[in-house]
């Protein structure tokens, strides 16, 4: 079996995370955090935001939720075709990332791989922008191909770049800055999502200027112009020293460092499981805007409103997560993240077909639940890990994920038999498992317990 090439002291002694203190003590320690940022701090800040914000855009005007699914109705009337998509985008955001691990384990810099995967991403963006125009009314099954097959590839080397950003970006913001950074990016990020979606609703609403496939083509063209905003954001990032110590010998030290790392941190697995429920509970949120069109008849033109409520959940809730992500930890997040995804699950199987301006509020808490994933899960495995075993806990947490990437595949296939009230009933279990097992969670911040990497004896 391949072995560790480390023998590093205990985790608990090597994890950076401040422990719990009292109100002037984490005055003192914050001024003093202050005084001792990571070396260009302001820098990295302002351009991360403006990477954070801009990708927020670009991702609002190719949403897997809203406008994407919608395009994907017109060119097929097979549901199944809506799933696979978001089975890829799910596939593509796990799967990869073990090996990502193990690629940029021990590497000094790790800026080089996110500049070249936004450019892909950016690359097949432009491309299934002109595919669209080009052939979407002569040869809708090459554009349906087409989606498919670059939203996976868009899917598969963005799920390499989690890892690489949560590494760069937890050596370039501090633990007790990470909510406000997270907070400030999706707040102005959602605001111009939200306008994203406003202009997304005109676009489809002006079928005599606009008809289709220049509609779609258009906005595809805005998510990739967008895109290149964000690259050019993170192009001005000054990456951090990062350690050249090495956790993994070669790619078979993967699989028994993934299982050291699950057996000594009951915590991860109990993150997991919460993790997995809402996941699952989110497998239906495509469906949301399906449903909408297909069984409430909302018009073509309510799509662009409901990703603009979707945008106006995020930004708001966003306020409420960060602050709390900041001054009680992540575990709380999860928490309100799993209630607002039983809540936005509940109204889609409630709201009568006579009063579809309640739908509206299906997306608003949508927006709030996606928000909450962001900045609760991708935050609080930062602070579980120390710099060496974080990027390894990082795609541990995510590819343990992987076999839930299929779910809206599958959902798009129950739908032949199933009602979407009922799935959506099922949704909203789910989501309340979730927050049942988010009340078990410990908050790394406080407790050397609870957090992923290996101890001494492990190694």
Partial sequence: MARLLTTRAACTARITNPPSMTAP????????????M???????????????????????????????????????????????????QNVGQFIPQLYTAYLIDGRSRKK?????????????????????????????????????????????????????????????????????????????GYLLAILAGLVVKWILGQPDLL??????????????????????????????????????????????????????????????LTQSLTVLSLALAPFFVVYARNDLGVP??????????????????NVLWAWLSDTHGNRSVITGTAAAAAAAAALAWLTPATQTWLYGGVFLLLGATLSGVQVGYSNIILEMADEVTRPMCV????????????????????????????????AMLLALGSLAASFKLREPRNDPSARCCLPEAAL
């Avoid at 914000?53 to 939720?65: E, G, L, T, V």
């Avoid at 998510?223 to 050019?232: D, F, K, M, P």
């Avoid at 954001?233 to 050249?244: A, R």
């Avoid at 990703?307 to 106006?312: A, D, E």
């Fill in 38 to 88: 990571p070396p260009h701090y302001r820098r990295n800040f302002a351009a991360g935001l403006i990477h954070g914000i801009f990708f927020q855009a670009s991702a609002a005007f190719s949403s897997i939720h809203t406008v994407m699914p919608s395009l994907v109705a017109i060119l097929t009337p097979a549901a199944a075709a809506v799933g696979l998509m978001a089975t890829l």
């Fill in 211 to 272: 008809p289709f496939p220049t509609n779609y083509a258009l906005i595809l063209a805005l998510s990739a112009g967008t895109l290149a905003v964000a690259l050019i954001g993170f192009i001005l990032i000054k990456e951090p020293p990062s350690p050249t110590e090495r956790l993994l010998s070669s790619p078979r030290a993967l699989l028994p460092v993934s299982m050291r790392l699950l057996k000594h941190s009951g915590n991860l697995r109990l993150l997991l």
């Fill in 112 to 188: 080089p791989w996110l500049v070249a995967i936004i450019t892909i991403r950016f690359l097949a963006l432009a491309l299934l922008a002109w595919l669209t125009f080009q052939f979407g009314l002569t040869r809708p099954g090459l554009v349906l191909t087409a989606i498919i097959a670059l939203f996976g590839l868009f899917s598969f080397i963005g799920g390499m770049g989690t890892v690489v950003y949560a590494d760069i970006f937890a050596r370039a913001i501090p633990a007790r800055r990470r909510g406000r950074f997270s907070g400030a990016k999706q707040l102005f």
């Fill in 395 to 426: 795609a541990l947490r995510n590819t343990v994920l992987a076999p839930l990437a299929v779910a809206p595949l599958l959902v798009g296939l129950l739908t032949a038999w199933v009602s979407y009230p009922m799935l959506f009933m099922l």
């Fill in 25 to 36: 003590t984490a005055i003192a320690a914050d001024a003093t955090e202050l005084a001792a």
């Fill in 300 to 317: 073509l033109a309510a799509i662009g409103l409901y990703l603009s409520l979707q945008m106006v959940g995020a930004a708001g809730s």
